[in-house]
């Protein structure tokens, strides 16, 4: 019998509902309108829908186009309940969320599995928000593919990305990053700090902290990854919750980014945002 990580912010994250569910997503996509980009890996946000599913829409609208091509996905998210010294896998065999069950990678698991930084510790899973909200997305633009979920608490650059080397893959595999920007700014302020936060990860600066990103850590690994692979970035969408459905009292900003290995006619695109986004 399969071993099941059940879904834990289902009706407070995003609806519990299946209907519900596929219908709000497909109302997300269609109001993005995404570049003519092939992502190897995504910076997308992961609170409530409400907040950050207009952002995260205008990332997964990318893959709408490689729904049969991607059957792998990375997923990387910081830890919000339970502390974990580097990249915790869940120990489990699948995830599920309304729309249906993913199965985890067992042999891309099981290359990672014995690596330093890579530990089984199911409690970072269990109630932890960051992967699992990300899931319905995925599930809405890809066709089948299998998960490696890797929960991301102190590991530093070089250790995450000595992970994403080992599973780096080709075009079926794709990774995302799961994190927010700021917190609990006001409106303005937040403007100012989340424009300069992607102004560093637009130029590689993978020395990023925790109050400008909450998936701080597993945004740096992938910064060096990205590097070291020769991606390129592109900003997407810079938005936050007093944008979307908050006030402007304190704000959660969100950022989508996408990284491509391949030019395309909007490869400049990242050079001019670096420029012009403080």
Same mark, same amino acid.
């Given at each position: 019998?399969?071993?099941?990580? *059940?879904?834990?912010? +289902? @009706?407070?994250? $995003?609806?519990?509902?299946? &209907?519900?569910? %596929?219908?709000? #997503?497909?109302?997300? !996509? ?12 995504? *910076?997308?946000?992961? +609170? @409530?829908?409400? $907040?950050?599913?207009?952002? &995260?829409?205008? %990332?997964?609208? #990318?893959?709408?186009? !490689? ?31 309304? #729309? ?179």
């Amino acid at each position: 019998m399969q071993s099941v990580r *059940i879904p834990a912010v +289902a @009706g407070m994250f $995003y609806p519990e509902n299946p &209907a519900e569910l %596929a219908a709000m #997503l497909r109302g997300f !996509l269609a109001d993005a309108r995404p570049p003519p980009l092939h992502p190897k890996a995504l *910076i997308a946000p992961h +609170a @409530g829908f409400i $907040y950050s599913g207009p952002v &995260a829409a205008s %990332a997964y609208a #990318l893959l709408q186009p !490689l729904r049969a091509s991607i059957k792998r996905v990375v997923l990387l998210g910081p830890v919000h309940r339970v502390w974990t010294p580097g990249l915790a896998l869940p120990g489990v065999d699948v995830f599920e969320t309304p #729309l249906g069950r993913v199965e985890l990678d067992q042999d891309a698991i099981a290359a990672i599995d014995g690596l330093s930084q890579v530990q089984v510790h199911p409690a970072a899973h269990v109630q932890e928000h960051s992967l699992e909200v990300q899931l319905p997305f995925l599930q809405s633009v890809l066709d089948d593919f299998t998960l490696v979920p890797l929960a991301v608490g102190g590991a530093s650059p070089e250790a995450v990305a000595e992970v994403l080397d080992v599973l780096w893959g080709g075009a079926e595999t794709l990774i995302v990053v799961s994190s927010d920007l700021s917190h609990f700014l006001a409106y303005d302020q937040a403007q100012h700090v989340d424009r300069a936060t992607v102004h560093e990860i637009l130029l590689f600066n993978g020395h990023l902290g925790g109050e400008q990103a909450c998936g701080c850590h597993a945004i740096n690994g992938l910064l060096l990854a990205a590097r070291r692979h020769g991606l390129s970035p592109h900003l997407l969408d810079l938005r936050n919750s007093g944008d979307t459905a908050g006030d402007r009292h304190r704000v959660v900003g969100y950022a989508a980014i996408a990284f491509t290995k391949v030019a395309t006619e909007v490869s400049t695109k990242a050079d001019t945002e670096a420029r012009h986004v403080h």
